[in-house]
Each structure stands twice: as structure tokens, then as C-alpha cells.
């Protein structure tokens, strides 16, 4: 039934096709800025990562599990942001991979050295935020009457759609209107939404 793509759609989250996990041609290209370098088995046991958890920061570096985390959101910035922040963090890296046991300091002159030989001669000691912090806006919040779960959206729902755990719950997966969603007026400010009569 034609329905269900649209009830599907509701439980598949919206996020974006944002990049995660482990990323083989980012690693590849590290290996081969590193190389030249005499870095070769750092380049070998490196990782670059996409890893959601970093908020506000560009990316960040580990040198003891040698790798390197990048922020999803990096890629609305473009080839190049991404590009300069690997850049930085692999600079981390191999300052410390040459320091060895000796401490350095994060952005200190080993650190400098490093973003010279990486092509990035002249890199500003904090990582610059080109996105702001704020998530993307879902002003569309509809409920569910029976089990009130929450389903925001970034436009308003087309056709009239039921919640599709209550549907299986209480009838066989079936559209059933008692489970129909129901728009709720979004305070500002706020994630918490009072239900409203039903508007579509
Ligand atoms: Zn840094
Ligand atoms: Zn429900």
C-alpha cells in the first residue's frame, strides 16, 4: 500500500547523508603526505574518522591511537575545509610522532614545522569553525494521540498519516485513523510542543 512508503519515511530519521565511521580515501591521501616525510609507519597505522560526536570542533587528533577525527558537518564546507582540517590534525600527529617521549606543546613550533611540510605553512593555532554550532531547524512537529510519541519535521506533512508502532501494535500494521499524527505548535526555543487539534 502506497501509505506505508510514507509511514516508513517517519521512522527513518532525517538526517542527512552525512559521512560516518572510517574513511579509505582520506587515509590514503594522509599516507601519502606523510610518506615523503619518513613517516611511513605513521601513515600505515593512521585512521581518519567521521565521527559525530565532535560539536563545535573542526576535527581533532590522538596521537596514542594515531587518528584523526573529523566533524560530519565538515563536508557542507566544501573539498578544501576538509582537505586543510585533515592537514591540521595530521600535523599533530606527526609533531608528535617525531617528538617521540618528548612533550610538545599542541600548536607549538614542532607543531608549526609539521603544517609547513603538510602544505599548510602559516595555519592558524585554533582551528577556525567555518559552520555554526546551531542543528538544522525541524519547525513541523506532529504527535502521535495515542503513545504521543514525536515526529518533527523540516516541511509539513502531505497526507494524512498514522504512527505506524500504534498501527502494528493495535492493528496489524493497517492504517487506522485513531493513530492519526496531529500537528502540535512548536514554542520557540523549546523541543517541548502542546498538541493541537488536527490541522491536515
Ligand atoms: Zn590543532
Ligand atoms: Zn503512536
Given amino acids: ?91 599533530h600527529l606527526l609533531a608528535a610522532f617525531r617528538a617521540g617521549r618528548r612533550r610538545i606543546d599542541p600548536h607549538g613550533a614542532e607543531w608549526r614545522r609539521a603544517c609547513a611540510d603538510l602544505g599548510i605553512a602559516g595555519e592558524e593555532r585554533c582551528h577556525t569553525l567555518p559552520f555554526p554550532i546551531k542543528r538544522r531547524a525541524r519547525p513541523y512537529l506532529y504527535i502521535c494521540p495515542n503513545c504521543r510519541r514525536n515526529f518533527p519535521r523540516t516541511k509539513p506533512l502531505r497526507r494524512a498519516s498514522a504512527c505506524l508502532a500504534c498501527c502494528q501494535a493495535h492493528d496489524r500494521g493497517r492504517f487506522d485513523s485513531r493513530f492519526k499524527l496531529q500537528r502540535a505548535r512548536v514554542t520557540q526555543l523549546s523541543s517541548r510542543a502542546k498538541p493541537r487539534d488536527p490541522a491536515d
Avoid at 521512522?11 to 560516518?20: G, N, V
Avoid at 591511537?65 to 563536508?75: E, F, G, I, K
Fill in 1 to 91: 500500500m502506497l501509505l506505508f512508503k510514507q509511514l516508513d519515511l517517519l521512522f527513518t530519521s532525517p538526517k542527512s547523508k552525512r559521512p560516518a565511521g572510517r574513511d579509505p580515501a582520506l587515509e590514503e591521501m594522509a599516507y601519502r603526505l606523510l610518506a615523503p616525510l619518513g613517516a611511513t609507519s605513521l601513515g600505515e597505522r593512521l585512521r581518519v574518522e567521521w565521527s559525530s560526536r565532535l560539536r563545535s570542533a573542526a576535527g581533532r587528533a590522538d596521537s596514542r591511537s594515531s587518528r584523526v577525527l573529523l566533524n560530519p558537518r565538515l563536508c557542507a564546507c566544501g573539498k578544501e575545509e576538509i582537505d586543510r582540517t585533515l592537514r591540521h590534525e595530521l600535523a
